[in-house]
């Protein structure tokens, strides 16, 4: 199983980045997929999450600016990232979580960091 993240970078307030979570060696459209992130000395909090269903569901910090998506032709999980904060500074992994089996899998983070 692999979850590789991808996108991350430096960015001014403002700016937009956009991540993408490539996987493989699972079903990949029969999990739910997730972004996470982790900031300097703060804990690992959900940003967004997407069903296999298509169901979505973010974070109140990133409502509104974030937007996760998959392609599931390419077992690939994106979060289009807009009106970037330096308060989304953050490492930022993907999970994937199997409702049938409880397994989950993380990838190993991207940085993103939004300074001027």
């Known amino acids: 199983v692999q979850l590789v993240e991808s996108g991350g970078g430096m960015v001014q307030p403002g700016g937009s980045l956009r991540l993408s979570c490539q996987t493989s060696g699972f079903t990949f459209s029969s999990h739910t997929m997730s972004w996470h992130r982790q900031a300097p000395g703060k804990q690992r909090e959900l940003v967004a999450a997407?069903?296999?269903?298509?169901?979505?569901n973010y974070a109140d910090s990133v409502k509104g600016r974030f937007t996760i998506s998959r392609d599931n032709s390419k077992n690939t999980m994106y979060l289009q990232m807009n009106s970037l904060k330096p308060e989304d500074t953050a490492v930022y992994s993907c999970?994937?979580?199997?409702?049938?089996?409880?397994?989950?899998?993380w990838g190993q983070g991207t940085q993103v960091t939004v300074s001027s």
């Open positions: 999970k994937a979580f199997s409702p049938v089996s409880g397994r989950m899998y």
């Open positions: 997407i069903r296999n269903g298509g169901a979505t």
